[in-house]
């Protein structure tokens, strides 16, 4: 790419050139957001990605390769286990090039937690699994309910509008079902249920009142939206989608900071710390590290934006030290880095139909179904063995000749033509549960230990309790008794005991709340001690739900940034 500063086009002589209205941290869904929202707003915006530049449609180099185009046809040869052990769990020959190398970004595990990492713009946009879902009250006063971690400072009544207003601009395709827990958003049509889904869906509404069987929700366009999309059903989406047709930063909110003419984007930007003035306690920009050649840069604004991931941006609160905060910036609860949270998953059942034998459906649909929580609603569909509850996420299929060649006997003309016809319908259907927030499942600094920029390592402490173990059981057993009422066959549940962070939902590590004494932001998304500083990533989140949480974080900060614009604009920030 050359020279990052060259290539970026800033004058990087004299202060008045670094400075800006307003400074975000971070490229992926709320950075994105943060940018969209500030230039649209008119403030001059800079936005810091630590990665290199992905320009939409041009950097998207496998998104139109076949299979049999790679030259290990999509699987991760060994090397890539050796070298990538958490990284390569998460992506394939098509994708790779979306994530980081473990060797050059390292971490520790004091415990087993697979951070899955995407530094370049746009972030984890590009390999998200688009699936949106809002927030209810269940959700938001379950803390205080329960008795567990703090209570949610904001209701759902606080974040609706924003969930609107974020799910017309990013296209949410999915079908309204009038679920107080789950409640309705601003849809495009839903995808189309194929056979076996719609026999599930109304076998599961007869013989288990009060559970619901919907098409999942998610950000693939079934309609074009502002030039984006539609939705090709190619299903080949981690790969960057040249079409639009799902929300990313680079197609949707980058694009749009872009047009206002109000956006400087500086890639290969590590930012090292944020930067404070004790006698104005306010944050007064940020120092960064250039990826590439280690220059050491200042950049000033009037408001900072943290949208760097959960870890991450925790991370940089407790690299920005200072005499007001030796613990890090935000820090005086002492709840920084805690309350880490990741849904637990991988978990639940599959079984074969014997039915529909000539029918089958077209394109590859990137979505499946979706049954939304039916536990601890209320007192009819209370346990006693664990709190809170799960959803699951499904799909119906015919087995193709991957799933059965070995067990087809014969060989030639014959075994061939066997293996070209449609085997079985089947019905796959994992759980997705809520974890609850812990003290003790952390990140912390390493001091002892650097990255190649002379930054403390991140390491990471998290386990699975007995609440999620004992969720796990009724996942399972509640995936194999659905199934087995709709009429299905060798029914074979799984378990795959996956570790913390491979579902990519972590969260929770700067927590909202009411009482500075026991969270880091406020009903706004701000530092509770400094007033000028926003935080709206996966960090924010006090409880985690069951529901996959980025379309929460979009409100949050579209919520966010209409404040802290407001607020600038009185003189309070």
Known sequence: MGDPAQDIRLNIKGKD?????????????????AAKELCEKGLKTLVLERGRDVVHV???????????????????????????????????????HFFVSDREHPYIQASPFHWIRGYQVGGRSLTWGRQCYRLSDLDFT????DGVGVDWPIRYGDIAPWYDYVERFAGISGQKEGLPHLPDGEFLPAMEMNSLERH???TVVKRFPGRCVTMGRTANLSAGVGGRGPCQYRNLCSRGCPFGGYFSSNSATLPAAMATGNLTLRPFSIVSEILYDQDKKRATGVRIIDAMTHQTVEYYAKIVFLNASTIGSAAILLRSKSRAFPDGMGNGSGQVGHNLMDHHFRVGAEGIYKGFEDEYYSGRRPNGIYVPRFRNLDAATSR????????????????????????IPGSGAKFKDQLTKPGPWALWLSAWGETLPYYDNFIELEEGQKDRWGLSLVKVHFSWRANEKAMRKDMQASAVEMLSQSGFEDIDPFDFHAVGGDCVHEMGTARMGNDPAHSVLNRWNQLHEVKNVFLTDGSCMTSSACQNPSLTYM????????FAVTELKKGNL
């Open 200 to 202: 599930f869906k109304s």
């Open 142 to 145: 379950a803390n205080a309910k």
């Open 58 to 96: 041009k950097d998207y180099p496998t998104a139109l390769l076949n299979p049999w185009e790679f030259e290990h046809r999509l699987e991760n040869p060994e090397k890539d286990r050796i070298e990538n052990p958490v990284q390569s769990t998460a992506y394939d020959e098509g994708n790779k």
């Open 384 to 407: 006693k063995d664990y709190l809170r509850g799960f959803g699951y996420q499904g799909i119906g299929y015919r087995r193709i000749w991957m799933d059965r060649g070995e067990s």
């Open 17 to 33: 050139q670094h400075t800006y209205d307003a400074i975000v941290i971070g490229s992926g869904i709320s950075g994105g957001w």
């Open 555 to 562: 409100a949050l900060t579209a919520r966010a940034c209409d």
